[in-house]
């Protein structure tokens, strides 16, 4: 099988010649591209992402070359979650026409990468179409505050409502100038993504999620499930309760499974939803990659891969990426349980 082949027959529940495996998002973070330069001869993140033998390429890093990373790489700390922190544009509206008058979108402004000459570059490669961050829930968040955007969406919802229709049109909108643009043609996969999970479960109700949440989310997963693009949606935490709604708006696969987290168990979910929803992850990034030993890497790997078997629909990946503690070992530890050969260039 090609890693394309591969990658399309997980999304149809059927088996493969050996385990699908990706880099959460295509992403070599800096950390681990020094380790991969240095230990195997990778001098580039292409050069990388080939030592590991990755299935999928992504467009939101297509063209680019993340540098690699010093011995001992500075890691730069974001407060972005904080409301004390930085400058939350919309902190102070408390009306639709507020709303309307700051937040102003521009999907049109986002670099479309030339989705014909990457499919012409990794031909047997399963090829993701990247649209770029636009969450509806983590965008109130963002622009409110979080605790403005729990008020809003508790008590003030029109307010709430006329960021989440300039949101979800947005997001609309970015599919469609992808698609225009040869996606639907070149690529196979399209990624999307929201955070409204912690480690203990979402941080709104199911309730306030079908009411203000999902209907934004729905009509790009439709546009793009019409061009028979098969949909990636990236979510931190535990949200496995909302799966059923994910699976009715059109998302095919759950992307940063993270299976520390309350209800995330893979044979909780393999039970759940088992040949219905992919899962793409579950190599924790908070506990075994940071903490455990390349055995136990490759145990939780092997666990993982065996609670899929029987109703297919598994890609091994780590859960999240890009974060200093993770230990680069553990990640080649985690390709080699899903079948790589991992040896010098």
Same mark, same amino acid.
């Given at each position: ?33 020094? +380790? ?6 990778? /001098? ?17 890093? +297509? ?16 407060? #972005? +979650?904080?409301? #004390? ?48 961050? &636009? ?18 969406? $508790? ?16 997001? &609309? ?42 209907? +934004? ?41 993270? &299976? ?24 924790? $990034? ?36 890009? /974060? ?22």
């Amino acid at each position: 099988m090609t890693a394309r082949e591969r990658a399309l027959a997980v999304f149809r529940f059927e088996g493969t010649d050996r385990p699908c495996f990706d880099l959460m998002e295509g992403t070599v973070w800096p950390k681990l591209g020094h +380790y991969l330069r240095g230990k195997y001869g990778a /001098l580039t993140n292409e050069a990388a992402l080939n030592l590991l033998d990755a299935d999928f390429r992504w467009s939101h890093l +297509y063209g680019k070359e993340l540098p690699l990373a010093a011995e001992d790489p500075k890691w730069e700390i974001h407060s #972005a +979650y904080s409301d #004390a922190i930085g400058n939350r544009l919309l902190a102070d509206a408390h009306t639709a026409r507020e709303v309307d008058r700051l937040f102003r979108p521009d999907p049109a402004a986002r670099p479309i990468p030339d989705f014909r000459a990457m499919r012409a570059e990794f031909p047997d490669k399963a090829l993701v179409c990247c649209i770029g961050w &636009t969450p509806i829930f983590s965008c109130a968040c963002e622009h409110f505050g979080i605790e403005g955007a729990m008020i809003r969406m $508790a008590a003030e919802r029109e307010t709430y409502k006329a960021l989440a229709i300039k949101q979800s049109e947005s997001l &609309t909108e970015s599919p469609r100038l992808s698609l225009e643009a040869g996606a639907a043609e070149a690529c196979d996969f399209i990624w999307f993504g929201d955070d409204f999970s912690y480690d203990r479960g979402p941080l709104i109700s199911p309730a306030m999620y079908r009411e203000l949440i999902k209907p +934004y989310q729905a009509p790009a997963l439709l546009l793009s499930k019409s061009r028979g693009l098969r949909t990636l949606f990236h979510s931190c935490g535990a949200c496995s309760e909302l799966y059923e709604d994910f699976i009715d708006i059109g998302i095919d696969c759950h992307i940063g499974v993270q &299976t520390s987290g309350d209800g995330m168990g893979i044979h909780e979910l393999a039970a759940k939803i088992g040949g219905r929803l992919v899962i793409f992850g579950g190599v924790d $990034a908070q506990t075994t990659l940071v903490d455990g030993t390349p055995g136990e890497v490759r145990a939780q790997t092997l666990f993982n891969m065996a609670a899929f078997r029987e109703c297919g629909g598994y890609i091994v990946s780590n859960s999240h990426h890009g /974060l200093p503690d993770i230990r680069p070992e553990n990640v080649v530890a985690m390709a080699e349980a899903a079948g790589r050969d991992i040896r010098p260039l």
